[in-house]
């Protein structure tokens, strides 16, 4: 059994709601969401930043990765839940509600 190790990850200023761990081919990596509004994605293993999604304009209270960790999903305080493209941190659609969105999630088969 590989012994486990704690890795900090520095850089959200405010409490995290939730987090995701997403195995792939291409590596292990890790989306936090993020009551300062700035969802981000890390290497799993070391905890290094790989980028931010920048867009939100009200606390993160959920994110998830796909399957194969191209494009993420991200539910707001700001009424809005928003699609990424998880490689370029560009947002590829914004969808309006009428209350805050707290839970996002992709199908099984990464098709909604």
């Not at 931010?52 to 305080?77: D, E, I, M, P, Y």
């Not at 928003?82 to 009428?98: N, Q, V």
């Amino acid at each position: 059994m590989a012994s486990a190790r704690s890795v900090i990850c520095n850089g959200h200023s405010r409490p995290i709601p939730q987090i995701q761990f997403k195995d792939t081919e291409d590596g292990l990596f890790l989306i936090s969401a993020c009551l300062d509004n700035r969802p981000m994605l890390r290497d799993g293993p070391s905890g290094d930043w790989i980028g931010s999604f920048v867009g939100h304009n009200g606390a993160v209270w959920c994110a998830h990765l796909n399957s194969n960790a191209t494009r993420a999903v991200t539910a707001s305080a700001d009424f809005t839940a928003k699609y990424w493209c998880a490689l370029t941190g560009k947002m590829l659609h914004s969808f309006d509600h009428r209350h805050i969105v707290r839970a996002t999630a992709f199908s099984k088969d990464d098709t909604k």
